[in-house]
């Protein structure tokens, strides 16, 4: 399974990564439990989590209200952390990762803060996000995070919408994306988007880099999708809700490697033997192509295309048996995939059955392709003195039409 993070039009905040959450499936009273057990501890809260439309979109809606009853400092919030920690949940392996990502997190906020404000960690406070808001909008969405397993999954984001224009903070008038927001996805994709208003928060998009494992700029191959919205809280033009999907990643069962390299010092024995050597230890095709290489040598391109899994292994076969000391290593995914199968069939040559092994290819049930295993066509041959050619038109007939009669049973 795999998880797609899309703040693509909304951008994305704390809040509404726990209603997407919540959307998704994280049972919605735990998560206001732990909420409450953590942050009645800086200041004081009220939570709803409730269903909630945006443009005709029906989301979950985490509607979090926050006043702090103390400014308090980086340390003595994750110092705090782990003392409710101790105190309420020292047996709950689920909160206990929760909290150990929450101080991830917030290291993260405030590395960015700090750099923004030119303030060591000890000395920066969190005014400008609100401490308890932040620790209802980190705790929660670590929490209804790691209820859905989400920890043991690969997730990916889309490109970040930041938003347009300008914001009010306490320092004044400054630019969208804030400058906090800005260091925080440095290095992660990011567009503007459609309104003249902050789209992404500080802590939404710390809560982002903490959980992201890959950005992309397209979705990776899925199916059998679960899909979350959560809300956010301004009314805008837009939908102002953060989309995350939940799927079945089918892009890896398609992904292929191609093996290179360049040979010049092996003989035409050598690299026979080595075609055949790779396909044994699982290629699943080689191609190897003269070629004329530095100062003018004659050489050779080896390719080989594998499965992903085995790239490692043919990389090493490589590399022992032709001596070169490098091989380029090209990902690739197959846009267009037929099902492939190995089949035997038995055909009545001469009053004899004989077994052939055949590669069979399907594209939306048809069968597309159809061919003899050339080893077995070449014995057959010899057995009974009939071209290869003649056998191979013969066998591969007989093949379709029992097929066609089988399905027509």
Known sequence: MVVVIDPQVSGLSGNMFIGAFVDLGADKEKVKEVILNYVTEFGDITVDIEKKSKSGVMTT??????????????????????????????????????????????KTLADAESEVHGKSLEELHFHEVGCADAVADIVGASYAYHLLKFDDEKVYSLPVATGNGSVNTQHG???????AVINILKNVPTLGGNVNTELATPTGCAILVNITDEYTTSSPLLQNKSIGYGSGTKELKI??????????DISEENKISILETNIDT???????????TLLNEGARDVCITPTIMKKNRPGHIVKVIAKKEDSDHLVKILMEETGTLGVRILPHVHRGVAIRENVIHNVKINDNIEQIR???????????KCSAEYDDLKKLSEKTKIPIKDLKEYVEQD?????????ND
């Open 61 to 106: 809606y985490a509607n979090i209200q926050t006043q702090d009853n103390s400014v308090r400092h980086f340390i003595d919030i994750i110092t705090k952390l782990d003392e409710i920690t101790r105190k309420k949940y020292s047996e709950n392996e689920t909160v206990i990762n929760s909290i150990e990502l929450s101080k991830k997190i917030f």
């Open 173 to 179: 008038i400054l630019p969208v994306p804030a400058p």
């Open 239 to 248: 939908l102002n809700a953060l989309r995350i999907i939940k799927s079945e």
């Open 266 to 276: 092996l003989s035409g024995e050598i690299l026979g033997n080595l075609y055949d």
């Open 358 to 368: 055949f590669k069979i290819g399907e594209l939306d049930g048809k069968i597309i």
């Open 399 to 407: 093949y379709k039409i029992n097929i066609r009669r089988i399905s």
